[in-house]
C-alpha cells in the first residue's frame, strides 16, 4: 500500500483555491494542520469568519482532493477553534500556545523559524545545525542561529566564535549577534566564562531564550536555526511557545532505538501543531580509504523512522573523523572543505529543507535567494 505522508497532503492542498481571492488556501493560510497516521489525513481549516460564505465549497474541495489522492485510508476535515467570529476582518488569527506563558515573539523579519531536535543526546545536532546553516548561507540564504542549549552551548566553539563577545550594537540600539562564515549566532556562551557552569533555573532559561529571539538585531533572515538541547525539556517547551516554527528537523543515528526516540521528540512537535520538515541520519556510515563502508551504529534507522512515521527522509550524513577534528577548531565540514562530498551531502539536505518548506508554507515563504 502507497504511504503517504504530511508533505504530500500538504502538495495536495494547494492546489485548493479559495474562491473568492483565486489564490489556494495554503497561500491563505486557511490550514490550521494536517495530519497523517496510518494512512488516515486530518485537516483542519482556519476560515475568515464563522459566516464566511464559502465554507462549505472550501471543505468539500479539500475533502474531494485529499480522497482522490492514491492510499488513503479515511479522510476528516474540521474547521480550526482560531476560525475568528464572524466580525473579524479576513485574516489568520495569531498562532496562541495552547497553554500560553507568554505571547509568540512576533519576528517579522525573519521568515522561518526552524528547531533542530532530538530525542537523545550526542546525535549530532550542534553538528548539523552549524553545517545547515553555513550550506544555506551557501545557497545565497540569510541564515542565523540561536543555541538554545543553555547548559551545554556548543554553537560558539563550532562555528569558531569561541571568544567572541557581543560588542556590536545596531542603529536602533539593539545588541548584534557574533556572525562569523556570514551566519549570526547568539548563544549564552558570549555572556559567561567558558569555564564557569551553567545554573539557570527554568523561569531564567525561558527568558534567556525569549531575549535571544527578540532582543537583538538578526536584521532579515531566511532562516533562524534553532539548536536545542536533547530530549523534551524546557528549552522546547519555550521555543515553542515563544515563536511560531515553520517546522522542526529530527536528527538521529541509524540505530533501532533511534526510532523510539525520534517518535518522541515527534510527537511534541505534531501535539503542537508544528510541521515535521524531515529526518537527518547522522553518524550513518564510515566510509575508509578503499572506499569500504562500515555501518557503525546499525543500518537505515533514520529511513525507517522518516518512514513508519510518515515524514520526510534528509538523507544520510557519514561520520568522518576530520569533521570532528575541524568542528573542535571552529570549521563546519562545509566551510573547510566545501568542494567536498560532505558539504555537498550537507547542501543537497539544505535544498531539501527549503523544498519541504515551501509544500507546506507555500512559495512566499523561501523565496528564491538573492
Ligand atoms: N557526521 C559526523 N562525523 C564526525 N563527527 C561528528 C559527526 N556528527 C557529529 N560529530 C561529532 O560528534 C560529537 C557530538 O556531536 P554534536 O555535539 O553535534 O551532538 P549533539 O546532538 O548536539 O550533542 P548534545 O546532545 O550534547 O547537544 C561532536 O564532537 C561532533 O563534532
Ligand atoms: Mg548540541
Not at 486557511?30 to 485537516?43: L, P
Not at 542565523?144 to 556590536?168: C, E, H, Q, S
Not at 533562524?224 to 519555550?238: E, K, R, S, W
Not at 577548531?329 to 568542494?339: A, F, L, R
Request: hydrophobic letters at 40%; glycine letters at 8%; a negative charge.
Amino acid at each position: 500500500m502507497t504511504e503517504i505522508n504530511q508533505a504530500q497532503v500538504m502538495q495536495a492542498l494547494s492546489t485548493v483555491m479559495e474562491p473568492e481571492q483565486g489564490k489556494s488556501i495554503i497561500e491563505l493560510n486557511m490550514i490550521d494542520f494536517a495530519s497523517v497516521c496510518d494512512n488516515s489525513v486530518k485537516v483542519e481549516l482556519i476560515f475568515p469568519s464563522t459566516a464566511y460564505p464559502h465554507r462549505d465549497a472550501v471543505l468539500n474541495a479539500v475533502r474531494e482532493t485529499i480522497q482522490a489522492m492514491e492510499g488513503v485510508k479515511q479522510v476528516t476535515v474540521g474547521i480550526s477553534l482560531k476560525t475568528p467570529a464572524a466580525t473579524a476582518p479576513f485574516q489568520r488569527p495569531a498562532n496562541q500556545p495552547t497553554a500560553p506563558v507568554a505571547p509568540k515573539q512576533l519576528l517579522p523579519n525573519i521568515k522561518n523559524v526552524i528547531a533542530i531536535s532530538s530525542g537523545k543526546g550526542g546525535v549530532g545536532k550542534t553538528s548539523v545545525s552549524v553545517n545547515l546553516a553555513c550550506a544555506l548561507t551557501q545557497l545565497g540564504y540569510k541564515v542565523g542561529i540561536v543555541d538554545a542549549d543553555i547548559y551545554g552551548p556548543n554553537v560558539p566553539i563550532m562555528m569558531g566564535l569561541r571568544n567572541a563577545k557581543i560588542t556590536g550594537e545596531a542603529p536602533n540600539g539593539k545588541p548584534l549577534p557574533p556572525q562569523n562564515y556570514d551566519v549570526k549566532v547568539m548563544s549564552v556562551a558570549f555572556l559567561i566564562k567558558e569555564e564557569q557552569p551553567v545554573v539557570w533555573r527554568g523561569p531564567l532559561l525561558d527568558r534567556i531564550i525569549r531575549q535571544f529571539l527578540s532582543d537583538f538585531e538578526w536584521d532579515e533572515l531566511d532562516f533562524l536555526l534553532v539548536d536545542l538541547p536533547p530530549g523534551t525539556g524546557d528549552a522546547q517547551l519555550t521555543i515553542m511557545q515563544a515563536a511560531s516554527l515553520s517546522g522542526a528537523i529530527i536528527v538521529t543515528t541509524p540505530q533501532e532505538v533511534a526510532l523510539h526516540d525520534s517518535r518522541k521528540g515527534l510527537a511534541m512537535f505534531i501535539g503542537q501543531n508544528i510541521p515535521c520538515l524531515g529526518i537527518i541520519e547522522n553518524m550513518s556510515y564510515f566510509e575508509c580509504d578503499h572506499g569500504q563502508r562500515y555501518e557503525i551504529f546499525g543500518h537505515g534507522g533514520g529511513k525507517s523512522a522518516a518512514e513508519k512515521l510518515n515524514v520526510p527522509f534528509l538523507g544520510q550524513v557519514p561520520l568522518v573523523i576530520e569533521q570532528r577534528e575541524h568542528a573542535d577548531m571552529g570549521q563546519p565540514v562545509v566551510i573547510y572543505d566545501s568542494n567536498g562530498k560532505q558539504a555537498a551531502i550537507f547542501r543537497e539536505i539544505a535544498d531539501q529543507v527549503v523544498a519541504n518548506l515551501r509544500q507546506i508554507h507555500g512559495q512566499q515563504k523561501v523565496s528564491a535567494p538573492v
